[in-house]
Every structure is written in structure tokens, then in C-alpha cells.
């Protein structure tokens, strides 16, 4: 009797086959990959051909030594690793091992590969048979020599001219350099000013709907096309001036079809998008469903389909009994005449296998749900619905546009859109989102006719500004890579992994910023080996690679090509000195070094000594920003910090005593809050201690125990006023200074001005005030404004002067400010405190944010100053 010894990837895999085949077999692990080449020089050779060091790891040497040994007592080897280029390379790997250990000897070796881990694909597979593919295993050879010789030949050239920088990579360095590239995109932006026009109509029946400008005066009009108010302006007026008409209806039958079935790189971006998992965690859970579950009775089964894949087809086999489930779950209407037909995208056939599918349809998720984890449940839910809705029948959908014209005046045309489902189809089982644009294209319409007169009820001109574009979801990142061609959908989640564990990007509300590491990294590969993070050549690249796969180029060939002219470039950086880096990185990243200063100061002169001029510095910790005075200037702040956040960190480990006031004896001091820097006078609460705001423009660290005493002794009594008699006092508000009389704040050009005004230029600016006329009647006028309530949902928090005197106020809550506290000296901190003592009083709590479309304002409304944007989410 023949004994065969089958080797698999992983323990989970192979108690899950051995079930299948009987006494006749073993079935033993190799848990992943045996060898990989050490991570030191000289382990790929350049010089001798590309020859190439493997050893195997402490990990994996009590592994291999369990297969010799079952080896020896085997008549047979099976190696029945995964379909894909890492599996045919593991099984080349222990090959190779037992061959070095004398363990084969004449005995037969046999590869097997199965899309499936079932009782019926698994035999299947073992009844044919084939060779270990060399193409497929030399494409992994080239693959890893590469990766090899860019990172340990790129990385110790960032570590030399860029100390704290981590590592290169083939793959990832490109991967970085898109969020980087977006970020850059980000900063650059500069908003553009456009209007809508929304129409507010009844039909003659009195059934609302909306309706939006199409064409005015002649030209068709686009999302963009009204630039200004004025324009915006004429054409509500002319919408308002005539009466509206239906011109035309128009109803257009339309189908849509479903999707393909999940590749590796789809069934991320939808697990992202649907079940916010990430790339790593959903190729994790895939991987459980493939290798196989307890499904109750004992029996142990892969539920899903190899998940490793570009291929969009589904084996014949499967997908008859697919169409019988969709005429069970759905109707017969649901299934279409044929079945459906994919084409593969993937980059090269040979690596391209079936689509992830369930490996039994009628194994319904509600009826699994028992055997699974959450996290098991959800993504089987999805892959068993995006399977069943590939083969079923379109959905019949009719598209109506309505025309509405003005009869009188300047032509103008609306324009009205809706849509109905006729029939779902595919859509019962399955449905992607869509972008916001698309959403009012979905709205059902009411009956319109044409020439219909249509009741106007309100025409709407609002303001918009563009948006920058979005920073990179896992799913946008990973599309994003795959347009491009860059690495393959098996290594995406990998590769993210790596860009976090580097710290070289943040995942922040699922979405990644480049760190100030990733983005000094980036701009030193651009300066200095452009060529390898190109797009174009990155994915050309891959192309090749795919040809070796395929039997069509030599792997050191390809090798050759590369070493030649990348050893070249790496070589011409040898001389190059870290002060040029540096010099070069200052105007490549000046945006993020060097920002514009509140003051209108030259963003590189340094806000300590005043002389020195700013610079990138590299130190044991990676790249930061120093004075060039240094070692006499020390000045220092993170790179992408701002001053104020140098000052709140340099404060970060305990307030800076400044003096000690000679009136009250008590200490001065220098302190930073959730707030920023402040300046405090004396121990205790915020009440029982007098503090001021650090004006803007001031370095914090430049506060003196002169200017701290300064601020402590604002609001300042100027004099009285000649005609009231009453006081007037200066004080420095959160963006400007002030004078006060009687109620009536006057802003003042300059900080300075709050210490030095005296009474004639105060009594001018309040007359100036005063000519300006009161606000409007009854209404609170609101005196400060403290910004966002620091929670981010209750909204802005202001101090408004009302019938009874000064209040704060956030949402629905008022709470009535001391007797001696000056309104323009209330600070956010202690804003937050009064409105949380009334708000524990009253029961009340500040009333949510309001999610207004961004950047949305009212016609009356102006375009405000230029800010840096931020980023929108997709």
C-alpha cells in the first residue's frame, strides 16, 4: 500500500483535508513559507548571476525537520500549497529543502492545486496532478531579488543621508508616495466660488418637487458655471419675475447590470466601504473561511473560494446551481436567459484564478451564521451576496427628465430629474453605494405633462466653493494602486501595513495622512531616484514580471536591466553630502517647514533670535525644524508644527515662572492648556487666578515677565468719556484689540494700541462705531466668539451681550457671565465651564451640530478670506 505525504500552508488547511483523504495520507504543515533570504548584505549577488542565499528561520526548522522525517517513511510527496505564485513558491521551497537533505531520492513528487477546500475539489485535484510551475516560481525569484535590492541597497542610503528615516521599498515607497502626492494636492488647493440655483415647485396637482438650473440667457449651465453673485442674483430674479411651464417630459427605459463577482482587490474596497474593515483584518477573516470551519456534524469545510485572486470568472460547475438558488431566494423572473459571462482583468492569465465565491451557494449566510464569529458572518454575507447577484438578471429602471421654462423675460431652463425601478433584478441581493451626486437622480418625480403651468414656491441661490480632494481611504488607496498597476491586489494589504508600522502614514477616521517622516521620505526618493517611485515605471515593472510568470522573459534578464541602471543612480549619491539633502528638501517641502506666519513675518526668520534664518535639521529621531544660530539659538519645532505648537509643547512638562507680580506677590507664569499658551498670575482655580491669552502673532516663547505683566494688566481704564462720563477700557479680545464704552466695542489696529491708546483716538473709534449704526433691534449682540465647543458636536460657543447683561451661549444654553468679569477677557476654558455648571443646573444639554453641506452660504453671505482647506471624506 502507497503512503503519500501531503504538505499544505497551514495546520487549519491541513486538518481540514486530511478529513478528506484517509489512512493512506499525511497531511502535515509547513505554516507558511520555510526559507526567506536573511535580511544582511550579500544574500542576492549582483556579481555571480544573482545568486541568491536562503536559510531557513528558527521558527521553521522544527517544521521542516517533521516533513524529512515523514519523508523518509513516504512513498510519495504532494505539495498542495495555494494556487497562486506564494504557493507554488512554498512548495519549491521545501522541495528544494528535502532534496538537500537527501530525503526524496527516486521517489515521485507530485503538485496539486484545488480553488476549493471540499471533499469533491481536493480528490479532484489529487487525481490530476502536474509539475511545480518554474515560470510561476521564477517570477517569484525576480519578485524577491527585487524587492531585496531596493530596500537593502535604498535603505542604507536614507539612513546615511537622511538619519531617521526607516526604510525603501520596490512597492511600498510608491504606495507612499500617492498619499503624499494627495496630501500636496491637498495643501496647494485654492477654493473656487460657484452658486446653485434650486428651484422649489408644485405641479398642478400641488405635489412638490426640485428643479435646477440648466441654461440661462442661451448657454447650458454646469455644476460650476456660475461663478459669482451677481450672476446668481440676475438669474433668481428672472425665475422669480415669470411663470414656469413644463417644455418637455422625457421617460427613458435604462438597465442596469450587476457586478462581477469579488477579486481580492474588490472584496477589500467593499469590506472597507460596507463593514469598515480593514485590507489586513479582511484578507485575515477570508482566510479562516477558506481554509475551513466546523459547519456542524462534524464536518469540516472551506466555505469560500481561494482569496487570492484577479480572475473575475466562476468555474462551470458552479454556476448552475447558483441560478437555481437565485429562482429559490428570489424568483425565476431574477434569473436571466444565460448565464452571465466575466472577463478577467487580471495582468497575466496564468496567475489569475477564479473569483472569491461561497464553494456551496445554498450554505446561506442566515443558516451559518451559528458556525461563524461577527466578523466571519459579515464578510461570508458579503462574498455570498456580491456571488449570487453577478448571475442575476439586470434591473429595469426609467429615467425621467422634466424641462420647465420661464414664458416671460430672459429664456431660462430647469431642469428636473427622477428615477423608478421597474424591476430590481440584481438589486434585490446587492447594492453598492453611490456618490452623493448621483443621489438626486433618484428621486421619484410626480406626474408632469407637458405644457403644465408649475407653481413656484421658492428659488434658492446658495454658495458654494470646490472642495479639495479627499485623502485615500484602505478602499480609494487600494483602487488607486490598481489603476496604476502598481504591485498586485495579494500584496495591497501588506503593503499598508507596512506604511503604518513604519509610522510613515496615519490612519486617522479611516483615512491616511502622510507623517512628516513619510513626507521628508517621499521628497528625498523624488529629489534623488525619481525614476523608482514613477508611476509608469513601477507599474512597467510589474508587467514584466507578469511576463516571466508567463514564460515569456527570462527572470535575470529582467534583473540585469534593473541592477544596471539602478546601482548607476544609487552610486551617484555616494559623494552627496546631508547639507545638500537638506538644502534641497527646504524648498521641496517649504509648504510643511515653512508655513505662512499669522504675523505676516518671512516664514523662514526664527521667532527666537530674530536673526537666524529656519532650516530642516536631521537627528537620532528623524527630521525637524532648527535656527541656523544654533548652537547660540536653540530653537526647535517638529516638522508641519507651528510655532504655537512648539511653545504648548516646549510647556508640555510644567508652566515657565516668568516673575513675581510686586503688587500681588504672587507668581507669574507661562503655562499651555487644551487651549494653547496663556499667561497666569498666582494658584488655584480659573476664578480664583487672573489669566490673558497670548495675542496673535506673539511667540509665546518671546513672552517676557514685562509683557506678561502687560497683558495681566488689561482691561485697561483709558479715561472717561467727555460726553457720558462713563469709563472707557482697552483690552484684547481673541482676534483683535478693543476699546469699551457703555456696551459698545471698537476694534483697534494693533495689539500695542490696548497698552498705549489714549482717550481722543478711543473717543474716535467709538464715534466711527457709533456712525456705523446699531444692529439689528431686540437681538443679543454678540461680543466674542470663542470657537467650536471643544466636544466637536454642541457648535460655536459665544459671548453675546443681552437685556441683562453678558452671557455665553452654546446651542440652547445661556449661562450669565460673573459681575466683574470684563466679557472681552472670557477664555473658551472657562466658557466650557459655565455652560456645563448651567447645563448640570437645568437638565438641558447644547444642542448637536447641524451637518450644513460644506462651505454653504446663504445669497446675502460674501466669499470669506482665503484659509488652508482641509480635507473633504469621500
Not at 480528490?123 to 502536474?130: Q, S
Not at 482566510?287 to 456534524?297: A, H, N, T, W
Request: aromatic letters at 6%.
Amino acid at each position: 500500500m502507497t503512503h503519500n505525504l501531503v504538505i499544505v500552508e497551514s495546520p487549519a488547511k491541513a486538518k481540514t483535508i486530511n478529513k478528506y483523504l484517509g489512512k493512506d495520507f499525511t497531511v502535515l504543515a509547513s505554516y507558511g513559507h520555510v526559507r526567506d533570504l536573511p535580511p544582511k548584505d550579500g544574500s542576492v549577488l549582483p556579481d555571480e548571476d544573482f545568486a541568491m542565499s536562503w536559510t531557513t528561520d528558527a521558527r521553521s526548522k522544527p517544521r521542516m525537520t517533521d516533513i524529512t522525517k515523514a519523508m523518509k517513511n513516504a512513498d510519495k510527496l504532494i505539495l498542495a500549497t495555494d494556487p497562486d505564485r506564494e504557493g507554488e513558491a512554498i512548495s519549491w521551497h521545501v522541495l528544494q529543502v528535502l532534496n538537500d537533505k537527501k530525503a526524496i531520492k527516486d521517489k515521485p513528487v507530485e503538485r496539486v492545486v484545488f480553488n476549493a477546500i471540499t471533499k469533491q475539489s481536493v480528490l479532484e485535484a489529487m487525481e490530476n496532478p502536474r509539475d511545480i510551475d518554474v515560470p510561476l516560481v521564477d517570477a517569484y525569484l525576480a519578485r524577491r531579488a527585487l524587492d531585496y535590492l531596493v530596500g537593502f541597497t535604498l535603505s542604507p542610503v536614507l539612513w546615511r543621508k537622511l538619519p531617521g528615516a526607516r526604510s525603501a521599498g520596490r512597492v511600498q515607497s510608491v504606495a507612499l508616495r500617492l498619499v503624499c502626492d494627495r496630501e500636496v494636492g491637498i495643501e496647494r488647493f485654492v477654493p473656487i466660488e460657484y452658486w446653485s440655483i434650486l428651484a422649489s415647485l408644485k405641479n398642478s396637482a400641488g405635489v412638490a418637487f426640485e428643479a435646477r438650473i440648466a441654461e440661462f440667457d442661451g448657454p447650458k449651465l454646469q455644476r460650476h458655471d456660475i461663478p459669482n453673485e451677481a450672476l446668481a442674483m440676475e438669474i433668481k430674479a428672472a425665475l422669480e419675475a415669470g411663470s414656469l411651464k413644463v417644455q418637455s417630459v422625457e421617460a427613458k427605459p435604462t438597465k442596469r447590470n450587476p457586478y462581477a463577482p469579488f477579486t481580492t482587490s474588490t472584496m477589500q474596497m467593499d469590506a472597507s466601504r460596507r463593514l469598515g474593515f480593514t485590507a489586513k483584518q479582511t484578507m485575515q477573516v477570508a482566510q479562516k473561511l477558506y481554509e475551513g470551519l466546523d459547519v456542524g456534524g462534524g464536518e469540516t469545510v472551506g466555505l469560500i473560494t481561494y482569496m487570492r485572486t484577479d480572475g473575475v470568472q466562476i468555474a462551470p460547475e458552479a454556476v448552475q446551481p447558483i441560478r437555481e438558488q437565485i429562482a429559490t431566494t428570489f424568483s425565476a423572473k431574477h434569473v436571466p436567459a444565460a448565464p452571465r459571462v466575466y472577463n478577467s482583468k487580471a495582468k497575466n492569465a496564468q496567475e489569475a484564478h477564479e473569483a472569491i465565491r461561497p464553494t456551496e451557494i445554498s450554505r446561506h449566510p442566515k443558516e451559518m451564521k451559528q458556525y461563524l464569529s461577527d466578523e466571519q458572518f459579515k464578510l461570508y454575507d458579503l462574498i455570498w451576496k456580491r456571488t449570487i447577484a453577478s448571475q442575476m438578471a439586470s434591473a429595469d429602471i426609467e429615467r425621467t427628465a422634466v424641462d420647465i421654462v420661464t414664458t416671460s423675460g430672459k429664456p431660462a431652463r430647469l431642469r428636473a430629474n427622477g428615477s423608478v425601478i421597474i424591476f430590481d433584478g440584481f438589486l434585490a441581493a446587492y447594492e453598492e453605494a453611490k456618490p452623493e451626486s448621483e443621489e438626486d437622480d433618484d428621486k421619484r418625480l410626480p406626474t408632469l405633462k407637458e405644457g403644465e403651468d408649475v407653481v413656484r414656491e421658492k428659488i434658492e441661490a446658495n454658495q458654494h466653493f470646490t472642495d479639495p480632494p479627499a485623502r485615500y481611504s484602505e478602499a480609494s488607496l487600494i483602487r488607486k494602486m490598481e489603476d496604476l498597476g502598481i504591485g498586485r491586489p495579494s500584496t495591497y494589504a501588506s503593503v499598508l501595513s507596512t506604511l503604518q508600522d513604519r509610522q510613515y502614514v496615519i490612519l486617522e477616521k479611516r483615512r491616511f495622512t502622510p507623517d512628516s517622516k513619510g513626507r521628508v521620505v517621499t521628497s528625498f526618493l523624488q529629489s534623488f531616484f525619481n525614476r523608482y517611485v514613477e508611476y509608469d515605471f513601477t507599474a512597467n515593472l510589474e508587467q514584466q514580471l507578469d511576463q516571466i510568470s508567463a514564460g515569456d522573459l527570462q527572470w535575470k534578464d529582467v534583473l540585469r536591466d534593473f541592477w544596471t541602471q539602478f546601482s548607476a543612480s544609487v552610486a551617484e549619491t555616494k559623494d552627496l553630502r546631508v547639507s545638500e539633502v537638506l538644502d534641497k528638501l527646504n524648498i521641496e517641502l517649504a509648504p510643511l517647514a515653512f508655513p505662512p506666519r499669522e504675523d505676516g513675518g518671512a516664514p523662514r526668520e526664527c521667532p527666537t533670535c530674530k536673526e537666524g534664518e529656519l532650516s530642516l535639521k536631521v537627528g537620532k529621531f528623524g527630521a525637524f525644524v532648527g535656527c541656523s544660530n544654533y548652537p547660540e539659538c536653540k530653537y526647535t519645532r517638529q516638522l508641519g508644527q507651528s510655532d504655537a505648537e512648539a511653545a504648548a509643547q516646549a510647556l508640555a512638562d510644567g508652566p515657565k515662572v516668568l516673575g513675581i507680580d510686586p503688587d500681588s506677590s504672587e507668581e507669574v507664569s507661562l503655562r499651555t492648556g487644551r487651549f494653547g499658551p496663556y499667561i497666569q498670575r498666582g494658584e488655584g482655580t480659573p476664578k480664583e487666578v487672573k489669566r490673558a491669552g497670548i495675542p496673535k502673532g506673539w511667540d509665546p516663547l518671546e513672552v517676557d515677565f514685562e509683557k506678561a505683566l502687560r497683558l495681566l494688566s488689561l482691561p485697561r481704564e483709558v479715561g472717561a468719556h467727555p460726553e457720558t462720563g462713563k469709563m472707557i477700557t482697552s483690552g484684547i479680545g481673541r482676534y483683535d484689540p478693543f476699546v469699551l464704552h457703555d456696551g459698545m466695542y471698537a476694534n483697534m489696529e494693533s495689539v500695542d494700541d490696548a497698552f498705549t491708546i489714549g482717550i481722543n483716538h478711543a473717543v474716535t473709534l467709538l464715534a466711527e462705531k457709533a456712525a456705523k449704526g446699531p444692529g439689528r433691534r431686540g437681538a443679543a449682540a454678540a461680543l466674542k466668539d470663542l470657537g467650536d465647543h471643544p466636544d466637536g458636536e454642541s457648535g460655536k460657543i459665544v459671548v453675546n451681550d443681552g437685556r441683562y447683561g453678558p452671557y455665553v451661549k452654546c446651542g440652547k444654553i445661556n449661562a450669565t457671565l460673573p459681575k466683574d468679569k470684563d466679557p472681552q477677557t472670557v477664555t473658551l476654558e472657562e466658557a466650557v465651564a459655565l455652560i456645563a455648571e448651567k447645563a448640570a443646573k437645568t437638565g438641558k444639554k447644547p444642542a448637536a451640530k447641524k451637518k450644513a453641506p460644506a462651505k454653504k452660504k446663504t445669497a446675502a453671505k460674501k466669499k470669506p478670506a482665503a484659509k488652508k482647506p482641509a480635507a473633504k471624506k469621500e
